[in-house]
């Protein structure tokens, strides 16, 4: 069973700092998605990360897939109230046809 | 351009009814997946489906739980005689093809009393 591990489970700060959420496996994916949960809501796609060592950057988010492709982090500089949210990673096997989750992070940005 | 469409959002049942949730995907996608969430926690995968058929209900419990997917119409989670276990939030994605990203609805909530 592939098991997607996140950390921090649960982050706090205030706005303005810079944080960084991971997602750690043992097993190797095609692809890794991140994606953003509002309560509410189903989660929406942020970005896809496909090759290793492949770094995207949205605005303040700099997603990273790891060399290995086991492993992925996404950095927020400045966090701001808006970015508050449950943080999902997401990876894609490849030999099979579905997504598998992360335990997810969720962030509560301070104004 | 309609994203995927889950209804109901919210979704009452006591012990032992039926609860039916329905997915209409976005325009053009063959491919629905059904999640299910508990409260603060991630998705966990149930079932995949394209049109007519079921291509892996791995995630799927093997009891109470159907899926279908028919050529004409939303795509149906059914799960008969609920238990309290059974509260959760149901989502739905759907995709082109098979294989990600995927779009999400928002969801429906089932609480069972």
């Given at each position: 069973?592939?098991?997607?591990?996140?950390?921090?489970?649960?982050?706090?700060?205030?706005?303005?700092e810079?944080?960084?959420?991971?997602?750690?496996?043992?097993?190797?994916f095609?692809?890794?998605?991140?994606?953003?949960?509002?309560?509410?809501?189903?989660?929406?796609?942020?970005?896809?990360?496909?090759?290793?060592?492949e770094?995207?950057?949205?605005?303040?988010?700099?997603?990273q897939?790891?060399?290995?492709?086991k492993?992925?982090?996404?950095?927020i500089?400045?966090a701001q109230?808006?970015?508050?949210?449950?943080?999902?990673?997401?990876?894609?096997?490849g030999?099979?046809?579905?997504?598998?989750?992360?335990?997810?992070?969720?962030?509560?940005?301070?104004? | 351009?309609?994203?995927?469409?889950?209804?109901?959002?919210?979704?009452?049942?006591?012990?032992?009814?039926?609860?039916?949730l329905?997915?209409?995907p976005?325009?053009?996608?063959?491919h629905?997946?059904?999640?299910?969430?508990?409260?603060?926690?991630?998705?966990?995968?149930?079932?995949?489906?394209?049109?007519?058929?079921?291509?892996?209900?791995?995630?799927?419990?093997?009891?109470?739980?159907?899926?279908?997917?028919?050529?004409?119409?939303?795509?149906?989670l059914?799960?008969?005689?609920?238990?309290?276990?059974?509260?959760?939030?149901?989502?739905?994605?759907?995709?082109?093809?098979?294989?990600?990203?995927?779009?999400?609805?928002?969801?429906?909530?089932?609480?069972?009393t």
């Open positions: 069973t592939q098991l997607l591990e996140q950390s921090p489970q649960f982050l706090s700060i205030q706005e303005g810079n944080l960084t959420v991971y997602c750690n496996s043992s097993s190797v095609s692809s890794l998605q991140w994606y953003r949960q509002e309560p509410g809501e189903g989660p929406v796609l942020l970005v896809t990360v496909v090759t290793g060592g770094v995207k950057k949205l605005k303040r988010l700099t997603f897939f790891g060399d290995a492709r492993d992925s982090s996404l950095h500089t400045a109230p808006g970015d508050t949210g449950l943080y999902l990673c997401a990876g894609d096997v030999n099979t046809d579905k997504l598998i989750f992360g335990t997810g992070t969720r962030l509560q940005v301070f104004p | 351009n309609a994203g995927v469409m889950q209804n109901p959002r919210h979704l009452v049942r006591r012990r032992g009814q039926e609860a039916r329905r997915c209409s976005m325009k053009g996608h063959s629905v997946y059904w999640y299910r969430q508990l409260p603060e926690e991630g998705l966990k995968f149930m079932v995949y489906l394209q049109k007519e058929n079921i291509i892996d209900e791995s995630g799927m419990p093997k009891e109470r739980f159907s899926a279908e997917f028919p050529k004409e119409g939303p795509s149906i059914r799960i008969q005689q609920v238990v309290r276990g059974d509260s959760a939030a149901y989502f739905c994605a759907s995709s082109p093809r098979s294989s990600p990203p995927l779009h999400f609805g928002n969801g429906t909530r089932l609480t069972v």
